[in-house]
């Protein structure tokens, strides 16, 4: 048994859009393995027929910059609701975040809107749920713990295949566990820091500066409205040591 994990990592990212190597990154360290731990398959890019996911450990799925699955407009969108749907019937372990985590949600019939009033850039304070208490990777953290964020689509409602674990002040739903499958998601991004958060909005400007801002002015903007986010950012190795244990117990059953 390899002692480390593989990991395809799911993008849903332009062509040439840096941060599709930015997020490869940012999953690698915050899971504590090698870059050469995650192989990628961006759904964007390539058809879903090469999907293949045999002899990978877990799956993960991160954000996308220009692509919102409640605008839709993409030719690939209901690809993407199929893919999610493959992987919860395939019980490969999997943690989603933003784009995944809202792909989840409206594969299963959940509700999904674009709404500025619950918008989230930059840091933002997450509140447990009492389902968190017992739960495998949220149970250990503080009730409230910050977290990075940067979406414009918020799930308004859960299908009943999700158990409901976090929110935010502006979305009620900010964290996910699949009842059936050893899947979890989040709305915020416990891949970033602030550092990688604030490298997403400069990436991202045109996106998210303000009318009449200059370059200085929207990334003095950005900073102040950034904090740290260490309990957040630990979810991911927990995540991967829960894929080390799930490992132990196979190869004990083997023998």
Known sequence: MQDTPR????????????????????????????????????IALESLDLFDPRG???????????????????DWHEDFLTLMRRILSLQIPMFASCFGFQGIVQ??????????????????????????????????????????LGHNDSAITLPPELIHLASSERCPYQAIRVKDAPVVATQFHPELTRSGNLDRFRNYLKNYK????TFEEAMAYAESIHRESPHACGLLHSFVADLHLRRARRAQTVK
Request: hydrophobic content about 40%; glycine content about 10%.
């Open 7 to 42: 990991i395809l990592l799911i993008q849903a990212r332009e062509a040439g859009d840096p941060m599709a190597e930015h997020e490869r990154q940012a999953f690698a360290a915050r899971c504590d393995l090698p870059v050469s731990a995650f192989s990628t398959f961006n």
């Open 56 to 74: 990978q450990d877990a799956l993960m799925v991160g954000g996308s910059g220009a692509f919102s699955v409640v605008q839709g407009g993409f």
């Open 107 to 148: 594969a299963l019939g959940g509700h999904l809107e674009s709404d500025p009033d619950r918008a989230e850039l930059g840091t933002f304070e997450i509140t447990l749920t009492d389902a968190a208490d017992d739960d495998p990777l949220f149970g250990d953290l503080p009730r409230t713990f910050d977290a990075q």
């Open 210 to 213: 303000k009318p009449g801002h």
